[in-house]
T-cell receptor, first 114, second 109 residues
Framework: DAGVTQSPTHLIKTRGQQVTLRCSPK?????VSWYQQALGQGPQFIFQ???????QRGNFPDRFSGHQFPNYSSELNVNALLLGDSALYLC?????????????FGQGTRLTVV | GDSVTQMEGPVTLSEEAFLTINCTYTATGYPSLFWYVQYPGEGLQLLLK?????DKGSNKGFEATYRKETTSFHLEKGSVQVSDSAVYFCAGCRRALTFGSGTRLQVQP
């Protein structure tokens, strides 16, 4: 079992550009959540996808959007990048979206905006 | 909204010392509570969890008890090892995880 896999591992983009990050959930999981972790901080919830729909959303602007595919994999898109978007982006997968469900995290994608 | 507050680090201890990392939460209702650990160069891993009041989560010698009256979920270990050096995150979950800011633990031989 490969666990949660994310790609790419590192990425450098210029301010104003757009970026797409990818996540494959752990085998058997159908729910994918995305988090942004700034340096020295805890992860902050961006949104969650289940059955190919966005089910929950944190306090992030519309520049952050996502998609879930029929095979449960997911993409996070960020438009009009700002310097402040530089962070580690974490994907977590789970079986369902219940509060007792254990979430498994990927290694993350380190995004640097210059 | 929901929030989790945990003690700031770094926490530096000698091997075999007793560890406590404080965590309190503010939420509507009673979320499930978790401790995640991030070892150097690795992703977040679930350390332990508790889903209701008075539940005690435990794993690898670490323990935490869900205290509804004080809205706390403090992490404890009786004897830390160098291999426990990592960043520890407290989190609450109703529909999605809300994390604290993390506490870096450094254990010296």
């Amino acid at each position: 079992d490969a666990g949660v896999t994310q790609s790419p591992t590192h990425l450098i983009k210029t301010r104003g550009q757009q970026v797409t990050l990818r996540c494959s959930p752990k085998s058997g999981h159908d729910t994918v959540s995305w988090y942004q972790q700034a340096l020295g901080q805890g992860p902050q919830f961006i949104f969650q996808y289940y059955e190919e729909e966005e089910r929950q959303r944190g306090n992030f602007p519309d520049r952050f959007s996502g998609h879930q595919f029929p095979n449960y994999s997911s993409e996070l898109n960020v438009n009009a990048l700002l310097l402040g978007d530089s962070a580690l982006y974490l994907c977590a997968s789970s079986q369902g979206a219940h509060q007792n469900t254990e979430a498994f995290f990927g290694q993350g994608t380190r995004l640097t905006v210059v | 909204g929901d929030s989790v507050t945990q003690m700031e680090g770094p926490v530096t201890l000698s091997e075999e010392a007793f560890l406590t990392i404080n965590c309190t939460y503010t939420a509507t209702g009673y979320p499930s509570l978790f401790w995640y650990v991030q070892y150097p160069g690795e992703g977040l891993q679930l350390l332990l969890k508790a889903t209701k009041a008075d539940d005690k989560g435990s794993n690898k010698g670490f323990e935490a008890t869900y205290r509804k009256e004080t809205t706390s979920f403090h992490l404890e270990k009786g004897s830390v090892q160098v291999s426990d050096s990592a960043v520890y995150f407290c989190a609450g979950c109703r529909r999605a995880l809300t994390f604290g800011s993390g506490t870096r633990l450094q254990v010296q031989p």
